[in-house]
C-alpha cells in the first residue's frame, strides 16, 4: 500500500494541497485520470464495487442578504451592460481544441516554464469537469508530462457572480496547489487586476488562454505589452483590425496552427465558432500552408478573382497569383494559412476596404511578394 501510495504521490504532486497535503482530485476528469493511473498500477489486483447505500440528504436553507446596488456603486445600466457583456463572453473552448493545439509545440516549449491562464477556473462551481477551464484542466493533467514549474489560474467575478463573492485563482507547483486566498480585497480576477498584472509581469513565462471576446483588442494590448510568449484564441477576423494587424506586420505573432471551430455555451451545448489561435511562440512548419493555392493568375478561376473599384486585384479560396508584383486583398485565411512566411509582406497598416460597383464588400488584408 506504501507503495501505491508513493507512487500516487509522485505522480500528482500538484494536485497535494499544500496545507493539509491531502491530494484532492476535486473534477470528474482528474479522477478518472487517478482511477487510470491506480489500475494501470503493477500492485493493481482487482477492481470490485461496493452497492452504493442511499443517504438522506439535508438541505440546509440559508437566508441570503443581497447588497442593493446603491450599496455596490452601480446603476441598473451598469448592470444590463454588464449582462449584455457576458452573453457575448460566455463561450467556453472545448478539451480537444486545446489538446490539439497545445500538442503541436515541442515538449521544451513548456519545460521548466510557468503557464498563466488568467480568463480560466480551474475548478468550476459544480467542481465537474463540466465548469472547469479545459486550458486549466489540459495543463493540470499534463502537468509532469510538459514539465512545467507552475500554472496560475485565475478567473473573473464580474459575471455570474454580480457580487463579486466568488473570484479565485490556484497555483499548481511540484509543491502542491494553493488556493489563492491572499489577494487583496476586492480582487475580481480580471486580468487587469493589479495582482493579474503581477503575475503577468514577474511569474508568467506563457500565458494560455481564450480571452472574453468582449475585451479582445484591450486583452492583446496587455499581452503583447508584457513582452510575454503566448497562445491564445481569438476570432480569425481579428488579424485584420487595427490593433492586431501591427504585429503582424513585423512579424511579432502570427497565427497558431488551428481554427477553432466550436465553442461551448455555459450549457455545454456546441455552438459554430470562428476562431483561430495565435501566438508568438516559434512555429518551424505549418502543415496549413499547404492550403494555399500558388498559382498564374489567369488559372485563378473568375469566381475567386476581381478587381475592386480601384483596380487592386482581390482573390479568394486562398489563391496566390504567382508572380503578381501589386498589392492584392486577401482574406484573413491566407494570413491564416501563413502567407508572410511565403515570401509576402502586409502592404498597408490598416486594413483595407474594397468598394466594388460602389459598394462597400468585406474588409481584406493587403499583400504584396517582398
Ligand atoms: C470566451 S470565455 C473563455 C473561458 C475559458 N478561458 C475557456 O477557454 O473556456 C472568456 C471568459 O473570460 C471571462 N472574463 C470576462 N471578462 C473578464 C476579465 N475582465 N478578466 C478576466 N476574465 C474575464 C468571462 O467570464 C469568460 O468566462
Redesign the pocket.
Known sequence: MKELEDAVKKQFPHLREQASREIYFYNAALFDQYVDFIKSHPLFKQELSLTPTTEKKIVKIVKRTTPTLKERGMTHKDVMERAKR?KN?????RYEDVEKEIEMYPLETWKGKCVF????DAVGESRTEKDS???ALYFIKNFIRLGLKKLICT??S??MDLFNAGAKGYVFTKKGVKEMTSAPRGYT????DPLSIKILKEEADIVC?????S?ARDYWKLVINSGKKFLI?SNITNCKNDTYLPYFINKKVWAGFNSVDW?LTPKREPVRAAGHWFTNIKITKRPKSNNLKFVPLDEIPDRFKNYDDDGTLCVDNNFIPIGYKKPIAVSPRQILNGILEKGYKIAQAKQYRPYVNGREVFARILIQKE
Open positions: 457576458i463572453d460566455e463561450f467556453y473552448t491562464c488568467n480568463c480560466d477551464s479545459a486550458f478567473h473573473y464580474g459575471q480576477g480580471c486580468f487587469e488562454t481564450n480571452p472574453p471576446f475585451r484564441i465553442f
